[in-house]
């Protein structure tokens, strides 16, 4: 029960942050022309554009970070801590994935 929310976790937080790291990379690639057709800035420059993109980043090392230590609570739980431990592996899952409350 617990090895496929993490799998399905993992396939969120990978996915999160291809396509974050895709996101950030256009974003410093990509001009856009400003009141003058001569002047071209990246869209990175634009805070309304690289604001939303940091907190997404934010929440990606969050998610990452939440994954990991939830792995290593599985692999290295007891049957006394199985319980504890399915029950931070449905938390993780459902905050990663978007599930219901997030």
Do not use: F, N
Request: glycine share 10%; net charge positive.
């Amino acid at each position: 029960m617990g090895v496929g929310k993490l799998c399905m976790a993992a396939s969120a937080v990978g996915g999160a942050r291809t396509a974050l790291a895709t996101a950030v990379r256009y974003a410093h690639h990509r001009h856009v022309t400003g009141a003058h057709s001569d002047d071209r800035t990246r869209l990175w420059a634009h805070r309304t554009h690289h604001g939303p993109l940091l907190e997404g980043l934010a929440t990606t090392y969050a998610m990452t970070a939440l994954h990991r230590a939830t792995v290593a609570r599985w692999v290295d739980r007891t049957p006394a801590d199985t319980e504890a431990a399915e029950r931070q592996v449905a938390i993780a899952k459902g905050w990663i994935t978007g599930g219901p409350g997030t």
